[in-house]
């Protein structure tokens, strides 16, 4: 019944940027945490920025030069991402955890969307 809407991946050269964008939609009681992980080819899927409570965490790979903000009051978050580097390649994922709208805890996963970093 939650399904997440991302957007903003593509392809751009070292040292650009990208914005990506996720907003929850659906039956939402309360939403707990939202952010994005990234998984690149042959490797294991790793966390980039989360918000839990106001707490927002950063990958150690990416501190600095990401920021993650966003509308918790519309389940909506960004991902500002400067001086990207071609190690930050692969297919970026929002993930939401929360209360539905009729009484059931969700932990959710958009389809994702392909960043592509090139030199």
């Known amino acids: 019944q939650v399904q997440l809407v991302e957007s903003g991946g593509g392809l751009v050269q070292a040292g650009g940027s990208l914005r990506l964008s996720c907003a929850a939609v659906?039956?939402?009681?309360?939403?707990?945490?939202m952010g994005w992980y990234r998984q690149a080819p042959g490797k294991q899927r790793e966390m980039v920025a989360t918000?839990?409570?106001?707490?927002?965490n950063y990958g150690d790979a990416v501190k600095g030069r990401f920021t993650l903000s966003g509308d918790m009051n519309k389940n909506t978050v960004y991902l500002q991402m400067n001086d990207l580097k071609p190690e930050d390649t692969g297919v970026y994922y929002c993930?939401?955890?929360?209360?539905?709208?009729?009484?059931?805890?969700?932990?959710?996963w958009g389809q994702g969307t392909q960043v592509t970093v090139s030199s």
């Open positions: 993930n939401t955890q929360g209360m539905s709208g009729v009484g059931v805890r969700f932990n959710y």
């Open positions: 659906g039956s939402i009681a309360s939403t707990n945490v």
């Open positions: 918000i839990t409570r106001g707490m927002i």
